[in-house]
């Protein structure tokens, strides 16, 4: 491949010749391989590592020597691509070095040009091109699925008679033949299940020392390269996640079944569990189809940091004539004092947008008068596939507490919808009523 037409700092920039990068390249050519991890769960990207590792392994047999290899995640790039972050990376391009880009997931048309542009500049070579997408994709619209890198691993390595890149090339292709190789398998699907789990944002309230996973990923990548038996990667992230499927499975095995199809899980608390746990259990309960409805118990509390009785009194005050910026003021102090930043910081956005203090107040006083369960709140974790679910338990006289899940607009149909449904225990009978 020829290299990028040189930037002349004393003539204009020609753009009349500019080629988009291609996939076809000379191995011998390639110094970097840049590999982009797709979105998603990290084990089903097993069969692209595989590809990877194979490409990677061709390249070093072609130079005589291993070529750089990063790995950057989707999101991170295109957060890269949007200006909303940097990358030092991209500030280290070398000139007339060739990069093989490796991305399974397509691109939009404007992040894609600021990718090719940044080689462009730097006098680099970027060869490869990801499926693209345009600039302004139809609301609700999802990005298309990772393609599989196993063709393009097939056309660039599967001329090598190297036992261990025809290996890596099969295994790409979705063929563990033996059974040690079906082991394999499974152990690097686990092993990948633990390392996303515990730099992932179930890992955000673990005080935990931080870990990049690209580097993990790296340093597997070049280890399946180098054709090695016993992967660092799987005995670390591996045993891990064996030690926390023998405790989902413990907690599973205990969970109490209320009526048929309905369970209800016991055991630790569910904020005292390991995100590696949680992230096993879910899968442990979500493949059993026995279980149609989950429900897990949690403390019941308020929707801020007022008790019910504190709430009632300001709104008899405000009744009876006492200025609401007084009793606004005495509110803030509580919820300061309580750690209530939630709702003390909603009441400072409410004041920038210039609302009255009884604008203010009304709403966050009535949503204080709700009453916990002194029982606690029941969280469904599991339930069939239904938009409606909320409403037709509502209509089984099953109230929702509103307060305890986060809210997300379906961008198809404009409505607001629960990420979770909670009921307090009081109405438990009215659900499994309703379950049966």
Known sequence: MEPTPSFDSQRPLDLSDTRLPSAKVELAQVNTILFIVPQGRLEQALPNVMAVAAIHRAVALERGSAPALKLLGATQLANWCNGQTTLSYFDSLRPHETTLLLA????????????????????????????????SPPLGQHPLAAASLAPLAQTLAGSKT?????????KARGTWPSPADAALQVSLQSALSALQTKTGLWALRERREPIDPNKVLEHLIVELSAGSQALQ????????????????????????????????????????????????????YSSDDRAHFIIEKN?????????????????????FGEPPSDILAEVEEILHARGDTATYLQIELARDRDRSPLSILEPILNRSQYVPDADGVFTLVKH??????????????????????????????????????????SQLERFLNFAR
């Open 233 to 284: 990667f799987v005995q670390e992230y591996g045993a891990e996640y064996s030690d926390a499927l023998a405790v989902a499975s413990s907690i599973w095995a205990e969970a109490q079944e209320l009526r048929p199809g309905v369970f209800q899980l016991h055991g630790p608390p569910p904020k005292e569990w390991d995100a590696l746990v949680r992230r096993c259990l879910i899968d442990l």
């Open 162 to 170: 190297d036992p261990t890149v025809q290996d890596l090339l099969n």
């Open 384 to 425: 069939p596939e239904q938009s409606n679910l909320a409403d037709a338990l509502t209509a089984c006289g099953v109230t929702m507490v509103d307060h305890l899940t986060m809210w997300l607009v379906d961008p198809k149909t404009g409505r607001a919808q629960r990420t979770t449904i909670a009921f307090q225990a």
């Open 104 to 135: 399974p997931s397509a691109m939009s048309r404007r992040k894609f040009a600021v990718l090719a542009g940044t080689y462009l500049v730097n006098d680099a070579v970027l060869a490869g091109k990801p499926g693209l997408t345009p600039d």
């Open 299 to 319: 403390p019941d509390r308020g929707p801020t940091a007022l008790s019910c009785k504190e709430a009632t009194a300001f709104l008899e005050r405000i009744r």
